[in-house]
């Protein structure tokens, strides 16, 4: 009789040992996909962060100038915080980044285009976007037509 119970012990903490290495590797593995999971969330909260910033601004383009040097003017009616960020300027299927940053909280700036580059010509359709510090692009957020 002592050795069957002896035996059955044995079996019994086998199978014990076994059940608890199975759940400890499910809770690895749990703990592995659930890392990889909340490192995407938090990127793709990331992104829609940038986005909802966007969505945020408001800009106006007060003047577009065809004259020498050639100068857009810029005022911006919202009261978001940014730093980092630059104005993109699309005219005539273009693009550039202005030589300048985008003007703060309901404040008003003059962007220049570069010595060189094509100049704005009147009648031609001008718009402007703004570039996130963090390299988001944000759709044109105003546009108008260039004047002499």
């Known amino acids: 009789m002592k050795g069957g119970i002896k035996m059955r012990?044995?079996?019994?903490?086998?199978?014990?040992?076994?059940?608890?290495?199975?759940?400890?590797i499910a809770l690895a593995a749990v703990a592995i996909v659930g890392y990889f999971i909340m490192n995407q969330v938090r990127q793709g909260a990331a992104k829609g962060e940038s986005q909802f910033q966007c969505t945020k601004l408001q800009l106006e383009i007060t003047k577009a100038s065809a004259a020498t040097p050639t100068t857009v003017t810029i005022k911006r009616n919202d009261a978001e915080t940014l730093t980092g960020a630059t104005v993109k300027v699309i005219y005539d299927g273009a693009s550039w980044v202005s030589?300048?940053?985008?003007?703060?909280?309901?404040?008003?700036?003059?962007?220049?285009?570069?010595?060189?580059?094509?100049?704005?010509?009147a009648g031609k359709k001008v718009e402007v976007g703004v570039v996130l510090a963090d390299g988001t692009a944000c759709a044109n957020l105003a546009a108008t037509t260039v004047t002499v």
């Open 99 to 121: 030589n300048g940053v985008l003007p703060n909280s309901l404040e008003t700036g003059t962007l220049t285009r570069n010595v060189g580059s094509t100049n704005l010509a």
């Open 9 to 24: 012990t044995k079996k019994g903490q086998a199978e014990i040992i076994t059940t608890v290495l199975i759940v400890l």
